[in-house]
């Protein structure tokens, strides 16, 4: 085969030494299973320093998928969980998968929907970065969760920035305010229930109850059976 890929038919090896010799090339071998096998007149040379270079470009526009880990316990302070939150969207921001895992211990196992609060809400505080792949379900005494990188939620993150950082900052969320307030040890499901919408107290609804005299207790007249009736006559 000829430098420019043209055929040149089948040739005895000296001879195709000598073609290659005389354009100054190499014989180059490139499938010896074939019978005959085939070869190519080539700069052998640029051949590797090309494929080198596409190697090399492959592997750079290839990602590097690494699955991180965060663990959190059922009882974790407010400050703990600030601090591997932060973590996790650090891990999400460089394009890494994050599992994140609930240890349970002892009769905490009885109370499986205290690990999937705190799930959700680390999801909850990385939605800006992070998509939930795997939702939560037990493993053992654990509880695992699978975050995976939103590239579209980062986007809109960034540009959501820029336009506070140009019209200034945002307000915090009640529940940051309350963290930043509270004291690093207390315990986040905490501050989670202080979060929650207070529920409607029975003081706020109607009375089912309600008699007839508190429906008529705004009016002081009373009703008299005998109004409208003529005087009895007297003999």
Do not use: W
């Not at 490139?30 to 007149?41: E, G, Q, S, T, Y």
């Not at 309350?178 to 009375?207: G, K, V, Y």
Request: aromatic share 2%.
């Amino acid at each position: 085969m000829a430098p420019d890929g043209e055929q040149i038919g089948i040739k005895p090896l000296p001879e195709a030494l000598t073609m290659a010799r005389e354009l100054d090339l190499d014989l180059v071998e490139v499938a010896d299973k074939a019978n005959p096998p085939v070869c190519r007149i080539m700069d052998y040379g640029k051949y590797k320093y090309e494929a080198a270079q596409r190697a090399k470009e492959s592997r750079r526009n290839s990602t590097n998928v690494v699955v991180k880990e965060m663990k959190y316990r059922p009882k974790i302070g407010a400050g703990d969980f600030e601090t591997k939150t932060r973590k996790v969207e650090h891990f999400l921001d460089e394009g890494h998968k994050v599992k994140v895992t609930i240890m349970f211990r002892g009769r905490e196992m009885q109370h499986p929907e205290l690990g999937k609060k705190i799930l959700d809400h680390v999801a909850d505080a990385v939605a800006h970065t992070g998509r939930v792949e795997v939702v939560p379900r037990v493993d053992g005494r654990n509880m695992t969760m699978v975050l995976v990188p939103d590239r579209k939620a980062q986007q809109a993150h960034a540009a959501a920035k820029a336009a506070e950082e140009e019209g200034g900052e945002a307000p915090a969320t009640a529940l940051a305010t309350a963290a930043a307030a509270a004291d690093a040890d207390t315990p986040i499901l905490d501050l989670l229930e202080a979060d929650a919408p207070a529920e409607p107290t029975p003081a706020d609804a109607a009375p089912a109850d309600a008699t007839p005299e508190d429906a008529t207790s705004g009016d002081d007249t009373t009703d008299d059976p005998t109004a409208g009736e003529a005087p009895a006559e007297s003999d």
